[in-house]
C-alpha cells in the first residue's frame, strides 16, 4: 500500500434496494466507472489508500463505509439526507424533463432543460462536499460524482 494514496479503486452501491429505470442503471454506471476512473478520496487522519466505498441508505441515512483496497476498515460516516431532499427532488424532476426532451424536444430546449440539470447537480454535489467537510476530503469532480450515485440510490430506495 503506498502511503499518500487519495483514491477510490472500488465503489459498491447497495444492492439490496434493487434496480431501477435503464436511465438510471445506466447514470449509475457511468458514474461509477468516470468516479474510479479519476477520483481525489482522502478519508482524514488515514494514511492513504487506495480505498473501496460502499454506500448504502439506512433508516433514511447515508452510510459511507470505507475500507482500504485490501478490506480493512478505515471509516464509517453516516449523513442526515434532510440537506439533500429538496435538491434531489428538484433533480430528479428535472432529469424526467431531461428525458423526456431528449425524445421530443429540439436542440436548443434539450440543452436549457440540461443547463438547469447541471445546475441542480452542482448545488447537490456542493451539498455533499459541504456534508463530509472534516471527514472526507474531495475535489468537486468526485463529489459531482458521488452526488449521481447519492441520487441512484435514493431513487431505487
Known amino acids: ?20 429505470t435503464p436511465d ?9 466507472f468516470d468516479l474510479i476512473e479519476e477520483n481525489s478520496f482522502e478519508p ?19 452510510v459511507f463505509s470505507i475500507t482500504t483496497q485490501e478490506q480493512q476498515d478505515v ?3 453516516i449523513l442526515s439526507l434532510t440537506p439533500f431532499r429538496r435538491i434531489i427532488k428538484d433533480y430528479f424532476l ?3 424533463s431531461y428525458y423526456e426532451a431528449i425524445r421530443s424536444s429540439t436542440p436548443s430546449q434539450i440543452e436549457a432543460i440540461d443547463m438547469g440539470r447541471r445546475g441542480i ?37
Open 44 to 62: 482524514l487522519g488515514h494514511e492513504g489508500g487506495p480505498y473501496r466505498l460502499n454506500i448504502s441508505l439506512v433508516e433514511a441515512k447515508l
Open 75 to 77: 471509516a464509517t460516516h
Open 94 to 96: 428535472i432529469c424526467e
Open 121 to 157: 447537480h452542482n448545488d447537490g454535489s456542493q451539498t455533499l462536499m459541504d456534508r463530509l467537510a472534516g471527514k472526507i476530503k474531495v475535489d468537486f469532480d468526485t463529489a459531482r460524482r458521488l452526488f449521481t450515485l447519492v441520487c441512484v440510490l435514493y431513487w431505487r430506495g
Open 1 to 20: 500500500m503506498a502511503a499518500g494514496d487519495f483514491r477510490l479503486c472500488d465503489v459498491v452501491l447497495d444492492e439490496s434496494i434493487g434496480r431501477s
Open 24 to 32: 438510471v442503471e445506466h447514470e449509475r454506471a457511468v458514474a461509477i
